[in-house]
């Protein structure tokens, strides 16, 4: 049998650079002299489809100076902050090594993540880089999976050589060296005098580009060196911040030994636990949960716990509460974590959350409690469990909608039955006047409709625009629904 032929790993690098989005000349650009300013500024305030739009332009370059590293930093923040598109860049990112050192395992995280979330430009690059770890085919590692040490018999060759490198990138050379775990031309600059607490453009330091860059051994060159392990750069980062958010449990626990403080927070409010909780890294959840405050809050009175719950595996979920998160807390919307796993977490998450006791009744300022936003997110899976675990089948959003309103409007037949069989009210009305069997004909849902009328739904009540259902059903081109709906007699 012929064996299967795969593309060398230099070729999946060429489908990555291909498939990472670019940035058309034509969009606004910030102004080169205006640069630190614009990015500390997003970096604060940004949403997460301008950081991604910024991160591009200085990646290539168009309207400002070129900074891979600068743009790394954006695309990740706009990937935590959950845009899409900037997560399958960011994983393409990691995959390439720019502006980073490259790292496989973040790539694949980043790639996974967007594909889960329909990016199909995620899948199949996946595919490629599942091909190259798996062994299924003789695929050679590019240098920076295997790391190797740079080790040059001349000091003073190395020094030039970083020095032509800084220059090249706009970065001093022990920043370079550092953004590069090159530990040895590292620990030459440090014995000859360089500035520990130089900084770049967006005010990081040696320490902190080597804490998010993942290598250990230059982390502790800086630490004895006496680099200040609490310095924030302008976004009010940290290095221990830096290393949660990269996922470097090895680098979080040297910073922690070396007195690096936890509880410092951003002028945002991010803690190193934040960016952990956000970034779902549940082993540096777990080293920073029982030295952190767990009850800390951000701006928008969002715990690390609520994060968490929003977007990550149970495990990082349990270290949390394992380490005394407030489980019912809310932020300014009135939203417990609970809310926050019916809004996007796994089932999983929502399973250890309910097992914890978390409060289901906890509606937000517009009436929507855990229960009620699982349904309008069509997660009926998730809202079985919950109505299994004792939600309220009746509660009502502020503008009225009830469960079998948004049940039926939803096109969810299962939950419809089981709503019905708990002897919720067939005929009750939203502040628009419509009833549930209302609802399931606007939507086209004729197999709800009949299940509504035959548990009494009324097909004669009329909404705030004096329509019946059959008039709706009408006015959405379902005219077998209408007759059906004219000849059922209440």
């Known amino acids: 049998m012929a064996r299967l032929r795969f593309p060398p790993f230099g070729l999946i690098l060429s489908v990555a650079i291909v498939l990472l989005p670019g940035v058309s000349a034509t969009e606004e650009a910030p102004r080169a002299s205006s640069q630190t300013e614009d990015a500390v500024t997003l970096l604060e305030r ?13 990646r290539s370059g168009v309207g400002t100076r070129p900074d891979l590293p600068l743009a790394f930093r954006l695309m990740r923040a706009a990937a935590e902050r959950g845009y899409r598109r900037a997560e399958f860049a960011l994983g393409s990112m990691y995959l390439q090594g720019l502006g980073t050192p490259g790292d496989l395992e973040q790539a694949r995280f980043w790639l996974k993540r967007a594909a889960s979330r329909g990016e199909k430009r995620a899948e199949f690059l996946l595919r490629r880089v599942d091909v190259g770890r798996d062994g299924l085919a003789n695929v050679p590692l590019p ?8 080790k040059r018999s001349d000091p003073a060759v190395s020094r030039s050589a970083s020095a032509l490198e ?8 022990i920043l370079d ?21 130089e900084v770049d453009d967006a005010g990081q330091t040696p320490l902190m580009l080597a804490s998010a860059a993942g290598n250990k051994r230059a982390l502790e060159l800086l630490i004895a060196a006496h680099a200040k392990v609490d310095a924030q750069d302008k976004s009010g980062s940290t290095a221990l911040m830096a290393a949660a958010s990269a996922d470097r449990a090895e680098n979080v626990e040297t910073l922690l030994q070396a007195g690096a403080n936890p509880r410092l927070a951003s002028p945002q409010g991010e803690t190193a636990l934040m960016r952990a909780a ?24 969002r715990s690390p716990l609520m994060l ?60 929507v409690t855990p229960f009620l936003r699982a349904l309008e997110l069509k997660r009926e899976d998730a809202a079985l469990v919950m109505l299994e675990r004792g939600a309220d089948p009746n509660a009502a959003t502020a ?8 049940a039926a409007q939803n096109g969810m037949t299962e939950l419809t039955r089981k709503l019905l069989a708990r002897g919720v009210k067939v005929n009750a009305r939203n502040k628009q006047g419509y009833s549930a069997l209302m609802a399931a004909v606007e939507s086209g849902r004729q197999d709800i409709a009949e299940i509504l009328l035959n548990s009494g739904a009324n097909p004669a009540l009329l909404n705030k625009k004096r329509e019946a259902a059959a008039e709706i059903a009408g006015a959405t081109g379902g005219e077998g629904l209408a007759r059906a709906l004219r000849a059922a007699k209440h």
């Not at 060296?177 to 440090?190: M, S, V």
């Open 308 to 367: 968490a719950a929003s977007r990550c595996p149970a495990p990082a979920i349990e270290a949390l509460l394992a380490n005394g998160a407030a489980i019912d807390a809310v932020d300014k919307s009135g939203r417990n974590a609970l809310w926050h796993a019916a809004d996007g977490g796994g089932m999983d998450t929502l399973e250890a959350l309910l097992a914890k006791g978390a409060n289901q009744h906890l509606a937000d300022a517009q009436g």
């Open 177 to 197: 060296a550092a953004l590069r775990g090159q530990t040895e031309p590292l620990k030459q600059l440090i014995e000859a005098g360089a500035k520990i607490e």
């Open 278 to 301: 956000k970034g779902c890294h549940a082993s540096v959840v777990a080293l920073l949960a029982p030295v952190s405050d767990p009850k800390s809050a951000d701006g928008q009175q």
């Open 399 to 406: 503008s009225g909608n009830t469960p079998l309103i948004v």
């Open 46 to 58: 940004g949403d997460g489809e301008t950081l991604f739009k910024r991160s591009l332009q200085y």
């Open 143 to 150: 240098n920076w999976r295997k790391r190797p040490e740079e």
């Open 166 to 173: 800084a220059a090249r990138n706009g970065r001093a050379a």
